[in-house]
């Protein structure tokens, strides 16, 4: 059940579903989605930090072309 694929695949979910006959299956497919939504939120996080870093970085750029 842990393959990992880019972004929403909405026929692996479902066939996920699908097999998911017994408790611990389902539990199983409960426990893929938060952490793919984790990883997604977080990667989301991370590029938000990058231009934040880059905005920083080119201000201060310019700031001490003024000088």
């Known amino acids: 059940m842990r393959k990992q694929d880019v972004g929403f695949?909405?026929?692996r979910y479902h066939?996920?579903?699908?097999?998911?006959?017994?408790?611990?299956k389902r539990l199983a497919l409960i426990e893929l989605l938060?952490?793919?939504k984790a990883r997604d939120?977080?990667?989301a996080q991370r590029a938000s930090d990058?231009?934040?870093m880059t905005a920083q970085t080119i201000a201060n750029v310019l700031r001490s072309g003024r000088s």
């Open 15 to 24: 066939r996920l579903l699908t097999e998911a006959d017994d408790e611990d």
């Open 50 to 52: 990058r231009a934040a």
């Open 9 to 11: 695949d909405y026929h």
């Open 41 to 43: 939120r977080l990667a």
């Open 34 to 36: 938060i952490e793919e």
